[in-house]
């Protein structure tokens, strides 16, 4: 069993910025790639960013320069961390790992852009 807890989710200010985390725990020996989806009200969920376990990264056009995602292969966690948010950055962030090529998601965790 795998479980994904996330956490750093909230309101901020267009501008502003946030860190998520995302802490895998149980059943994840061979734990692969980890990364971040989000889906916003009426969308498609879609790739943020993702990071192997050699620390390769990929991020969607929409939020490179802007967002930077990290694990910490000790503590089995990975963050991403947001800055220069906008509005159009307001969705569910969902925390997704791979584990001998299974897929697993968190809850997800709400981030609003607003003023």
């Known amino acids: 069993q795998v479980q994904l807890v996330e956490s750093g989710g909230g309101l901020v200010q267009p501008g502003g910025s946030l860190r998520l985390s995302c802490e895998a725990s149980?059943?994840?020996?061979?734990?692969?790639?980890m990364g971040w989806y989000r889906q916003a009200p009426g969308k498609q969920r879609e790739l943020v960013a993702i990071?192997?376990?050699?620390?390769?990264?990929n991020y969607a056009d929409s939020v490179k320069g802007r967002f930077t995602i990290s694990r910490d292969n000790a503590k089995n966690t990975v963050y991403l961390q947001m800055n220069s948010l906008k509005p159009e950055d307001t969705a569910v962030y969902y925390c997704?790992?791979?584990?001998?090529?299974?897929?697993?998601w968190g809850k997800g965790t709400l981030v609003t852009v607003s003023s």
């Open positions: 997704n790992i791979g584990v001998h090529g299974v897929a697993y």
């Open positions: 149980g059943s994840i020996f061979g734990l692969s790639a």
């Open positions: 990071i192997s376990s050699g620390l390769r990264t």
